[in-house]
T-cell receptor, first 124, second 106 residues
Framework: QVQLVESGGAVVQSGGSLRLSCAAS????????LHWVRQAPGKGLEWVAV????????YYADSVKGRFTISRDSSKNTLYLQMNSLRPDDTAVYYC?????????????????RGQGTLVTVSS | DIQMTQSPSTLSASVGDRVTITCRAS??????LAWYQQKPGKAPKILIY???NLETGVPSRFSGSGSGTEFTLTISSLQPDDFATYYC????????FGQGTKVEIK
């Protein structure tokens, strides 16, 4: 059974840094691209970043480009999001998700719908 | 960047109603379009992928159609468990979500 467990959320001051983690189980980690998606309080979903299944392709939303870094560690079956220069509008619940398709370059995210994400609050 | 616009933003309906949500893309996304359902405090759940393919385990009252720039999600007979927020999502060029449609009880 697929399980994606996010952690690392905290309250941080504007300009600060934080690293989120997502531990994956129940999947062959190296077969799936992995995404971060966020949701500000009371707002809709915003795609943040993706690392392809083989880590050769990494993409970011314009809103986080140059500030956030996505990475993955196959030895630990863990996805990371290093967040620097945090701003109040980065305040959100951050979800990780795997690609719906195996070893795909074109896939939508599939969430662990039992997951609750991890809350990042950036104070001004 | 591709923008996704859903309508309506809120929909009031009763159990048993047929419900249709529309999603328009600012440029063609082919059929690289997914639909998600989200309930409060929970991660989104995928319902439809590649515009019209029903995810395993999703009730057949849900269906998706469209291609290019215009897509619809239809719930043929609304059930109590279906009151939630629905998002369209394009994955043709980068990844973008619509702003969401909240389906509430009339």
């Amino acid at each position: 059974q697929v399980q994606l467990v996010e952690s690392g959320g905290a309250v941080v001051q504007s300009g600060g840094s934080l690293r989120l983690s997502c531990a994956a189980s129940g999947i062959t980690f190296s077969n799936y691209g992995l995404h971060w998606v966020r949701q500000a309080p009371g707002k809709g979903l915003e795609w943040v970043a993706v690392a392809s299944f083989d880590a050769t392709e990494i993409y970011y939303a314009d809103s986080v480009k140059g500030r956030f870094t996505i990475s993955r560690d196959s030895s630990k079956n863990t996805l990371y999001l290093q967040m620097n220069s945090l701003r109040p509008d980065d305040t959100a619940v951050y979800y990780c998700a795997k690609d719906f398709n195996v070893q795909s370059r074109t896939s939508c995210p599939q969430f662990d719908y039992r997951g609750q994400g991890t809350l990042v609050t950036v104070s001004s | 960047d591709i923008q996704m616009t859903q309508s309506p933003s809120t929909l009031s309906a009763s159990v048993g109603d047929r419900v249709t949500i529309t999603c328009r893309a600012s440029q063609s996304v082919g059929n690289w379009l997914a639909w998600y359902q989200q309930k409060p405090g929970k991660a989104p759940k995928i319902l439809i992928y590649k515009a019209s393919n029903l995810e395993t385990g999703v009730p057949s009252r849900f269906s998706g159609s469209g291609s290019g720039t215009e897509f619809t999600l239809t719930i043929s007979s609304l059930q109590p468990d279906d009151f939630a927020t629905y998002y369209c999502h394009q994955y043709n060029s980068y990844w973008t979500f619509g702003q969401g449609t909240k389906v509430e009880i009339k």
